[in-house]
């Protein structure tokens, strides 16, 4: 079982650029996260998905875009890249977002944009 | 505003205990959680508690007052392996996790 995965593992983008990261879960999670970690800062939340077919704006989802389509992929999509969105990128599930339900990880992905 | 507070850094011998501590300002609350994250890798789920008290696990136990907003992690028999960042997320009142920047932990020898 891989978990969760995502790609690429790093990209260097250049500013105006599209750009979507990738992340599927084998779990069967209801719930999947997007999250930005920036040095000095706490894992902010960009957007979510209860479930497939839903999601739902976090605390920073400006110039970010995700679907939920089914149960296993969550692509976060950066419409046109600008510098402030170099940060790790990290996707998430948990089998629902409430309860003792823990979010579980995937590996991150690393984008700098020029 | 919703913010939750941890030192920024912290250094312990091998083989000692250390307590991190995590205070939080939250709307509302529903539950807390403890992460670790060795650098360059994913968060990793550590522990949970909704009620006030200490929950122990292994070398690793999280207490909780929510009267007070507090939590701390305390770490036995401490290794080098736990040189790490330990990172503290309150669920709040949309069931989102709110998270602090984390304590970076260094073991010396």
């Known amino acids: 079982i891989a978990g969760i995965t995502q790609a690429p593992t790093s990209q260097i983008l250049a500013a105006g650029r599209r750009m979507t990261l990738r992340c599927t879960q084998d779990?069967?999670?209801?719930?999947m996260y997007w999250y930005r970690q920036d040095l000095g800062l706490g894992l902010r939340l960009i957007h979510y998905?209860?479930?497939?077919?839903?999601?739902g704006k976090g605390e920073v989802p400006d110039g970010y875009s995700v679907s939920r389509a089914n149960t296993d992929d969550f692509p976060l999509t950066l419409a046109s890249a600008v510098p402030s969105q170099t940060s790790v990128y990290f996707c998430a599930s948990s089998d629902s977002m409430g309860g003792t339900d823990t979010q579980y990880f995937g590996p991150g992905t690393r984008l700098t944009v020029l | 505003g919703q913010n939750i507070d941890q030192p920024t850094e912290m250094t312990a011998t091998e083989g000692a205990i250390v307590q991190i501590n995590c205070t939080y300002q939250t709307s509302g609350f529903n539950g807390l959680f403890w992460y670790q994250q060795h650098a360059g890798e994913a968060p990793t789920f550590l522990s949970y508690n909704v009620l006030d008290g200490l929950e122990e696990k292994g070398r690793f136990s999280s207490f909780l007052s929510r009267s007070k907003g507090y939590s701390y992690l305390l770490l036995k028999e401490l290794q080098m392996k736990d040189s790490a960042s330990y990172l503290c997320?309150?669920?709040?009142?949309?069931?989102?996790?709110?998270w602090g920047a984390g304590t970076k932990l260094i073991i010396k020898p």
């Open positions: 997320a309150v669920r709040d009142s949309n069931y989102q996790l709110i």
């Open positions: 779990m069967r999670h209801n719930a």
């Open positions: 998905s209860n479930t497939a077919g839903t999601t």
